[in-house]
């Protein structure tokens, strides 16, 4: 069993960064893949970024590449999403979450524990 805390989130201007992070308890974390997803108001859940469990692969949605970059720290049990030249469509809840393969995050199946959610406003 893996529980998932995420933290991080607020309201930023369109431009700056902001960096989220994910705590997982469980003295498994270090097995799992990990992910971020996200969820706008009327808009379905979707990807943002994935890593595997020895954070030699990583994956991103279309929407945020060359702006974020999510990275695990697994003597922390954490895994971060770093968020840069944020735009008011970033705006959302952002959801970590941990399964069995980062390479099957994208493709939204795989995913066996999911965290509350933290929410990221981003005004223009």
């Known amino acids: 069993q893996v529980q998932l805390v995420e933290s991080g989130g607020g309201l930023k201007q369109a431009g700056g960064s902001l960096r989220l992070s994910c705590a997982a308890s469980?003295?498994?974390?270090?097995?799992?893949?990990m992910g971020w997803f996200r969820q706008a108001p009327g808009k379905e859940r979707e990807f943002v970024a994935a890593?595997?469990?020895?954070?030699?692969?990583?994956y991103y949605g279309d929407s945020v590449k060359g702006r974020f970059t999510i990275s695990r720290d697994n003597a922390k049990n954490t895994v971060y999403l770093q968020m840069n030249i944020l735009k008011p469509e970033d705006t959302a809840v952002y959801y970590c979450?941990?399964?069995?393969?980062?390479?099957?995050?994208?493709?939204?199946?795989?995913?066996?524990?999911w965290g509350k959610g933290t929410l990221v406003t981003v005004s223009s």
């Open positions: 469980g003295r498994t974390f270090s097995s799992y893949a």
């Open positions: 979450a941990a399964g069995s393969a980062a390479s099957t995050m994208p493709r939204y199946y795989g995913m066996d524990y």
């Open positions: 890593i595997s469990w020895r954070a030699g692969s990583t």
